[in-house]
């Protein structure tokens, strides 16, 4: 309900109310004679861009290219690479829009990526969302398997139903991600090995500081029982984790993240996500841990400008290469 709200909201301000402010400013800034003329002129280019975003800016997919250089990274994998994608919130992508979701899985299988990882957001609202896509999403492949997260719409926490339902729909989702074949990471970790080296890839469930957000990550269970020398690659679908969980609780090297889609709009490198996420898209440093943010396959509304949907393919390098 909250979701639904939401769109309709977002409608409401870009058909009605941002025109309506527009044609104001025309009439207080310009002659009378002009100023009805400028306000059409205004909004037929809102409009216009609106359109744009929707049936062009939303198609659009680029393959971003990261190299992450780290002293603790083992020789054996120097040279590993990740492909990372976010927010695919698949039920956006049906009908017409199914070409998408099998465009995507063929351009990462191209990458012939050492692993791949999903850090979340596979639902709009709810896990009926995700059985048609099955198929296409089970054909994803990499050498030492796909890795998985969920996001905070990956619990339904949208839908107004009851607690009870509410978890039938948690359990059915977490069903839906393992038909596909992935390594679901509910607070886990694996090890990649690599003859005697290895590192690991954790995955915890979701932790955000924002109102309503799921509050399940836990580091500790996350990496128990992991040396604090290995290196880590943490999966953790809200970026807000990693400063105020990640960073003082272990010693995770890089970390990747999404949830933000880069606010599926930008203008000349500004997004108005940056007013709600300190680190919103891109890598961030400190010393040598890092944090990336993906901004995301999809939407829960279709629509992108000025930031287009992305495959992430991370190389990973050790500084101990002579």
């Given at each position: 309900m909250i979701a639904r709200l939401a769109i309709l909201f977002s409608l409401l301000v870009v058909f009605i109310g941002i025109p309506a402010l527009m044609a104001l400013l025309c009439r207080l800034m310009m002659p009378r004679r002009w100023w009805k003329w400028g306000s059409c002129a205004c909004t037929l280019f809102i409009w216009g861009t609106i359109a744009y975003g929707v049936f062009i800016g939303f198609e659009e997919l680029e393959?971003?290219?990261?190299?992450?250089?780290?002293?603790?990274l083992p020789l054996?994998?120097?040279?590993?690479?990740?492909?990372?994608?976010?927010?695919?919130?698949v039920g956006t992508f049906k009908n017409s829009r199914k070409w998408m979701m099998k465009r995507a899985?063929?351009?990462?299988?191209?990458?012939q990526a050492d692993a791949i990882?999903?850090?979340g957001d596979l639902q709009n609202l709810h896990p009926e969302e995700l059985e048609q896509h099955i198929p296409v999403l089970s054909c994803l492949h990499a050498h030492d398997g796909v890795f998985s997260i969920l996001g905070n719409h990956d619990y339904s926490i949208y839908v107004d139903v009851d607690s009870v339902t509410r978890e039938q729909y948690n359990m059915k989702?977490?069903?839906?991600?393992?038909?596909t074949g992935w390594t679901l990471l509910m607070n886990e970790h694996r090890v990649i090995r690599r003859g005697a080296d290895s590192i690991v890839i954790a995955g915890m469930e979701n932790w955000g500081s924002k109102l309503r957000m799921p509050r399940r990550g836990d580091v500790g269970k996350t990496l128990e029982g992991v040396n604090d020398s290995t290196?880590?690659?943490m999966l953790s679908h809200d970026p807000t984790a990693w400063r105020e969980k990640i960073l003082p609780e272990c010693r995770a090297q890089l970390t990747l993240s999404g949830h933000t889609h880069g606010g599926q709009f930008s203008l000349f490198g500004w997004s108005p996500v940056a007013w709600s996420y300190d680190e919103w898209e891109g890598t961030t440093y400190e010393g040598e841990r890092a944090l990336h943010v993906s901004t995301g396959l999809g939407?829960?509304?279709p629509f992108r400008l000025g930031m287009p949907a992305e495959i992430v393919v991370i190389t990973l390098r050790s500084k101990k290469v002579k």
């Open positions: 393959v971003r290219q990261v190299e992450y250089v780290s002293s603790e054996a994998f120097d040279g590993y690479r990740i492909v990372q994608f976010s927010d695919a919130h899985v063929d351009v990462m299988n191209a990458q990882v999903f850090t989702t977490q069903q839906l991600f393992r038909q290196f880590v690659v939407g829960l509304i």
